[in-house]
Each structure stands twice: as structure tokens, then as C-alpha cells.
């Protein structure tokens, strides 16, 4: 499939700010599984220093800079995405990882530590995650297609604009959270049986008659003989080319698409316009959307 994306993210300030330098993760990757044919990356007003890096997920990260005081401020990034994960089982994993938990011999166990490290450990969450790994035997696919599936199944899927993802516990004992605070879910669960996760940003050709779009989330999981494989509990789906990955980490904060400060005592708001041009066999799909949110700057 072939993703065109026009991502533009507008602040509006009720007076003179001064931008501090941030931090924009929002360069699609390019991988074995989608190519970036096309990127660009515009801001208004126009940075007078931005440096580019490759940070340790692999992720393009634009450090920019800025000068001049403004009473607004616009993030425009453009670009065309070949997907090419057809089929989201189509690898062969190393004998090690067929069964959970504790998946990885060293030094692996060692280098994928910092993505099992749970960062509010719940025993409710670990319980759900060792019931689902009994009724499949312990074998891992078949754990993390199911639980992929009872999270869609359990949780009702809710619009939050604002804020960090919920706990993984709160998550479950309300069966209800956006696609952010069910990957948190999903990732935990792993983490609780010694599944290496982390979090993603990025886009999907969902329903494209929906009135409202926002960038999506989902989750990794690392499998040796398969690498880092996606999985999406706000679908229920693996992931395979309805998907654009933009950025990853251990924490859904370091897969943040824009981060950073300003000065001023100001109040904002935020407004997110996202176009997606979805080409496959059948043709060609587009929607344009918008939405806005009171936002507090930091």
C-alpha cells in the first residue's frame, strides 16, 4: 500500500512566546517493512538552526531552534510511505522464543532490559497476562495474538487528546482507554512475562469516512528470528501495511512527535489537520480531518 500523509499541527498563543529548541519525531521510518520514498519537514516561523540524528531506536529525530518571539506556531510534514509488510506472521522464530516466559538466552536478555522494566507494576495486569499465556500453553505467538484480541475485546476505545497514557492497571479495571493507554496495556502484560515491548507512533488506514483522525499508537514486541514485530490491541490486529510507523521507544514519551517548552504566560490551543491518501488494489482513499484542543505549554 502506498500512504500520502500531510501532517500539520497549529498552536495558537493569546500572546508573544519564545520558542525553546524541540524536538520533532514525526520522519516515517524506513525499514525492511515500509519505505519512505518522500519526506519533508517545514515550521513556521522558520527555524534558524535545526540538526538531525538518529537516536536509539533508530528513530529520525529534527532538533530545531528558533529566534524570534511569535504569537503562533506551525508544524508541516509531508510524505509518501510504501508499506510493504503484507503478511504480519511471515517469519520463523529462533527455538529459544517458542515459549514464555523469560523468551531470550544472553546476551539478549541484557540488551532488550531496559524494554521489560515495568513502570508501575500491577499484579492485576500480571494475573491477566498469566491467564492468557496458560490458555494458549505458553507458547508465545499464540500469547501475544490473544492478548491482542482480548484487549479489543475487553476494552472500549475512548478519544483522549490530552495527557499521558493511564497506568496499565487503571486501563484494565475501566475496560476503556484510547489507542495510547492500550498499548501501555499490551506492553505491560509482555513486559509481566518477560516479552521485550515498546511503544509506537504512527499512522493507520483505518475508516477513512471517519469524521475525526488522529495519529495512532501501538506496540512492539521484540522475537528473536523476527525481530521487532507490531501489534495493534486497539484493533485487535497484527500489524502489516494498513500501518505507518513513525517513531518507537521504551516509553511512550520518547516516541513523542513534538517536544518542547516555550516562555510566556500565555494560554493555547492546538489545532491537528491530517490528510492520508491510501492507494491499493481497489483504488484510491482519502479523508481529510481536523481537530482541536485546549492545551497547556510548559
Known amino acids: ?48 538552526g535545526r540538526s538531525e540524528c538518529v537516536d536509539l531506536d533508530g528513530n529520525a529525530v529534527v532538533r530545531a531552534w528558533f529566534h524570534d518571539v511569535t504569537d503562533a506556531f506551525t508544524i508541516v510534514s509531508t510524505s509518501r510511505i510504501e508499506s510493504r509488510a503484507r503478511s504480519p ?43 492468557v499465556m496458560r490458555d494458549v500453553g505458553h507458547k508465545t505467538v499464540p500469547f501475544l495474538a490473544e492478548l491482542n484480541q482480548r484487549i479489543a475485546d475487553l ?22 482507554g484510547s ?54 490491541p486497539s484493533q485487535g490486529l497484527a500489524v502489516a501495511d494498513r500501518h505507518v510507523a513513525v517513531a518507537a521507544a521504551a516509553t511512550p514519551a520518547g516516541a513523542g512527535p513534538i517536544d518542547g517548552t516555550l516562555r510566556g504566560d500565555v494560554s493555547a490551543t492546538m489545532q491537528v489537520d491530517l490528510e492520508l491518501q491510501v492507494s491499493d488494489a481497489s483504488g484510491t482513499r482519502s479523508q481529510t480531518v481536523s481537530s482541536w484542543a485546549a492545551v497547556e505549554p510548559s
Not at 522464530?93 to 524494554?115: G, Q
Not at 475512548?158 to 475496560?175: D, F, H, W
Not at 496495556?185 to 483505518?206: E, I, K, N, P, Q
Open 179 to 232: 489507542c495510547r493507554d492500550l498499548a501501555v496495556l499490551f506492553m505491560d502484560a509482555c513486559r509481566s512475562v518477560g516479552l521485550a515491548a515498546r511503544f509506537v507512533s504512527g499512522y493507520h488506514a483505518r475508516d477513512l469516512g471517519r469524521r475525526q483522525e488522529y495519529m495512532h499508537a501501538w506496540a512492539e514486541v521484540y522475537l528473536p528470528g523476527a525481530g521487532w514485530r507490531g501489534f495493534d
Open 89 to 131: 506472521f511471515d517469519f520463523l522464530l529462533e527455538a529459544s522464543a517458542l515459549t514464555l516466559p523469560d523468551p531470550y538466552d544472553e546476551p539478549l536478555r541484557t540488551l532488550l532490559a531496559v524494554y521489560t522494566v515495568r513502570a508501575q507494576p500491577s499484579e492485576a495486569v500480571a494475573r491477566f497476562a498469566r491467564a
Open 1 to 48: 500500500m502506498l500512504f500520502a500523509i500531510t501532517h500539520i499541527t497549529r498552536y495558537r498563543y493569546s500572546g508573544p512566546v519564545f520558542l525553546e529548541p524541540h524536538t520533532l519525531r514525526l520522519r516515517p521510518r524506513c525499514d525492511a517493512l515500509q519505505r519512505l520514498v518522500e519526506f519533508r519537514l517545514e515550521t513556521h516561523p522558520y527555524a534558524v
Open 155 to 176: 476494552c472500549a476505545q475512548a478519544i483522549r487528546l490530552e495527557g499521558a497514557p493511564l497506568p496499565a492497571e487503571v486501563t484494565l479495571q475501566e475496560r476503556a
